[in-house]
């Protein structure tokens, strides 16, 4: 089977740090090909250098035996077709006029025999109009071609964008996370569609798509390639990644099957495995609770009538997958985004109301994915600007500036540096003292092992057992959760937005219930 694309060495950087590191992929004509990998991999990296969006330090790509062009429109007019992470129409056009822009490029009316409505016109003009009709209909699309866009559910929008990458005629289809928002319904729709494009003996098509959603692209694609930290880990089939010991790292945080079974934890220390997970909480008393708590961005419902507790002084970990909900989760307790259904109450009183600054003033705190330090500003003065609003003189301010910095010795050293400046692990102790040198009742952090050596991380476990030691309830949302399932005394499996399963971190954490949650169910290899 031929080659229809080609990269090799793909580099990409910023700021010195790099995004993608001699990147190489081939696809086939015909082939469906799955690139995964956690957040940060440098998947939607790969595929803006892929179409023009982001210039490429070295390396070559080539399509179908030629060098690829460099511009976005001359790639899309090569052949190469596309749809966005984040929903990309036109919203004041319909339905079907969107998907009809994508093959005017094919016309040769002109705009000025357009504005005439000469035959020409009209006659191309009613051809993409029927054409647009039948890559609706394909595409399962439920609703009237003159729909306001507006109105359309997140669902129905997706259709309409593979419905106007594919009006373009492509030799090649590019996704990036096209079942993001959608209901397992609606999945299943969207991996039927292009499972009959590839086999359409009339036009066959190849696809390249990026995914969280591993078990979709496992059960989808003849060939899959792994990326972390901007590298290419491993490409074969489905089953062959599946095995794979470095995938499978990089998704669970270095945990192999063999330490999953046996319920070992080779970077967690002894004393924090024994010292929080066996311990009984103090109090029996509910902090927060979340009732049928939905939230998701525009028309993407993210989480889905989520029920929950914390108690006070508890540590509770929120495991899943990337793009499973736990961001959103977090970030919807402290309104951001509001929640769309549900409540949230805090101490007994309801909290989903209130602005995000009323919130975090009423005692909880978020650490978020990012960490959320100002890079342009000092240790010191990120301490004094997480300070706002809590009225402190400035020899209160000076009192609670030094326990953080009792707290974290290293960033005393580095008082005066800018905080851009700093390791990952010290950003991460910085976005910590900033949280707590407001004094939170419940401590939020999202993904906090992310980019940390597991020396760093051995320390940071000994920080968070700490900090539940002194009675502040924990939340953690965690991918690789063999680090802090050990300090749990519960732990949620969120999956596509709701919660699969719950209970203690050992029956949630067990080998086959989290792989399959992750990497998706063993696939059977059949011969032929």
């Given at each position: 089977m031929?080659l ?5 060495d793909l580099?990409v ?9 001699r990147?190489s992929?081939?696809?086939e004509?015909g082939?469906i090909?799955?690139?995964m ?8 990296t790969a595929?803006n ?6 210039p490429?330090?070295?390396g ?11 511009k976005?429109?001359l790639?899309?007019k ?6 966005f992470?984040?929903?990309a129409?036109?919203?004041d056009l319909s339905a079907?006029?969107?998907?009809m822009c994508?093959g005017h490029r ?5 705009l ?10 009209r006659s191309e003009e009613a051809?993409l109009k029927q054409?647009a009709k ?5 595409v399962g ?6 729909v306001a ?7 129905e929008?997706?259709?309409v964008e593979?419905a106007r ?16 928002g959608l209901?397992?319904d609606e ?8 499972k009959s ?7 066959p098509l190849?696809?390249l798509?990026?995914e969280?959603?591993v ?5 989808l ?10 590298k ?5 089939t ?12 990089s998704?669970l ?5 063999q330490n999953i079974a046996n319920?070992?934890l080779t970077?967690?220390?002894s ?5 929080l997970s066996?311990?009984q909480?103090?109090?029996?008393t ?6 049928g708590?939905s ?6 419902k993210v989480?889905?009538e989520?029920?929950f507790?914390?108690h006070a ?5 929120i ?7 736990k961001?959103?989760?977090?970030n ?5 985004p509001?929640?769309s259904t549900?409540e949230?109450?805090w101490m007994?009183?309801?909290i989903?109301?209130?602005s995000?600054?009323e919130i ?9 994915q990012?960490r959320g330090v100002i ?7 990120n301490?004094?600007l997480s300070?706002?609003g809590?009225?402190?003189?400035a020899k209160?301010f000076?009192a609670?500036?030094e326990e ?5 010795p ?6 005066n540096?800018l905080a851009g400046?700093?390791?990952?692990g ?5 976005a910590?003292?900033k949280?707590l040198?407001?004094?939170p009742?419940l401590?939020l952090?999202d993904?906090?092992s ?8 051995e ?7 700490d900090i ?5 309830a924990?939340l ?11 300090l749990?005394?519960r732990?949620?499996l969120l ?6 399963a719950?209970?203690h971190p050992d029956?949630i954490?067990?080998q ?6 992750f990497?998706?169910k063993e696939i059977?290899v059949?011969?032929h």
């Amino acid at each position: 089977m031929s080659l229809i694309l080609s990269a090799r060495d793909l580099t990409v950087s910023f700021g010195g740090v790099l995004a993608l590191d001699r990147f190489s992929i081939d696809v086939e004509e015909g082939e469906i090909h799955g690139v995964m990998g956690p957040n940060g991999a440098g998947k939607t990296t790969a595929i803006n250098v892929l179409t023009g969006f982001l210039p490429n330090l070295f390396g070559t790509i080539e399509f179908a035996g030629h060098a690829l062009p460099t511009k976005p429109d001359l790639i899309a007019k090569a052949g190469i077709g596309r749809i966005f992470q984040t929903s990309a129409i036109f919203p004041d056009l319909s339905a079907g006029e969107n998907v009809m822009c994508a093959g005017h490029r094919w016309t040769h009316a002109g705009l000025l025999r357009c504005m005439l409505q000469t035959g020409l016109a009209r006659s191309e003009e009613a051809q993409l109009k029927q054409t647009a009709k039948t890559w609706l209909d394909r595409v399962g699309f439920n609703s009237d071609f003159d729909v306001a866009m507006k109105s359309l559910p997140y669902g129905e929008l997706r259709k309409v964008e593979i419905a106007r990458a594919l009006m373009s005629n492509p030799r090649l289809l590019l996704l990036d996370e096209p079942t993001a928002g959608l209901t397992s319904d609606e999945v299943k729709l969207i991996a039927k569609l292009l499972k009959s494009l590839k086999n359409d003996a009339t036009r066959p098509l190849s696809v390249l798509i990026i995914e969280h959603n591993v078990p979709f692209i496992f059960s989808l694609c003849d060939r899959v390639t792994a990326l972390d930290n901007g590298k290419n880990i491993g490409t074969g089939t489905p089953a062959q990644i599946r095995l794979n010991q470095q995938v499978i790292s990089s998704y669970l945080g270095g945990a192999t099957e063999q330490n999953i079974a046996n319920s070992t934890l080779t970077t967690t220390p002894s004393s924090a495995r024994v010292s929080l997970s066996e311990q009984q909480i103090d109090s029996s008393t509910v902090i927060l609770e979340a009732k049928g708590v939905s939230a998701g961005y525009g028309r993407i419902k993210v989480i889905r009538e989520l029920d929950f507790k914390i108690h006070a002084g508890e540590m509770v970990v929120i495991c899943g997958r990337n793009g499973a909900g736990k961001s959103t989760l977090l970030n919807s307790l402290v309104g951001q985004p509001r929640i769309s259904t549900g409540e949230v109450n805090w101490m007994g009183k309801r909290i989903d109301k209130l602005s995000v600054s009323e919130i975090v003033r009423s005692g909880i705190a978020l650490v978020p994915q990012e960490r959320g330090v100002i890079s342009e500003q000092s240790v010191e003065a990120n301490l004094l600007l997480s300070s706002i609003g809590l009225g402190l003189s400035a020899k209160e301010f000076k009192a609670r500036q030094e326990e953080m910095l009792d707290r974290f010795p290293k960033l005393r050293i580095r008082k005066n540096q800018l905080a851009g400046t700093l390791s990952g692990g010290e950003r991460q102790m910085l976005a910590l003292a900033k949280v707590l040198i407001r004094r939170p009742r419940l401590l939020l952090m999202d993904e906090p092992s992310i980019g940390l050596a597991p020396t760093i991380l051995e320390g940071l476990q000994e920080i968070i057992a700490d900090i539940s030691r002194e009675g502040i309830a924990v939340l953690v949302a965690e991918q690789n959760v063999w680090w802090i399932a050990p300090l749990a005394s519960r732990a949620y499996l969120l999956e596509s937005g709701t919660f699969v399963a719950q209970g203690h971190p050992d029956e949630i954490i067990r080998q086959e219930q989290l792989i399959e949650s992750f990497l998706g169910k063993e696939i059977e290899v059949v011969n032929h």
